[in-house]
C-alpha cells in the first residue's frame, strides 16, 4: 500500500470530522474546509492507487 493511499485516507477522515462539527455548530467555513479534506482525501487516495497499480504491472510491489 502507497503512503499517499494512507494519507489520504487520513485526510478523509479529518474531513468527515471537520464537516460534522461543523454541521454540529452550524460552522458553514468549518463544513466547506472538511469537505475540501475529504475531496484532497480521495484524490491523494487514488493517486496512490494508480502508483500500486503501476508497481504491481511492473512487478515491484513487495507482498507484505
Known amino acids: 500500500m502507497d503512503k499517499n493511499r494512507v494519507k489520504g485516507s487520513a485526510d478523509q477522515a479529518k ?3 471537520k464537516v460534522a462539527a461543523g454541521k454540529l455548530t452550524g460552522d458553514a467555513k468549518l463544513k466547506a474546509e472538511g469537505r475540501a479534506d475529504k475531496l484532497k482525501g480521495k484524490l491523494e487516495n487514488a493517486v496512490g ?6 508497481r504491481r504491472a511492473t512487478g515491484k510491489l513487495n507482498r507484505a
Do not use: L
Request: no cysteine.
Open 15 to 17: 474531513g468527515a470530522i
Open 49 to 54: 492507487g494508480a502508483k500500486d497499480a503501476v
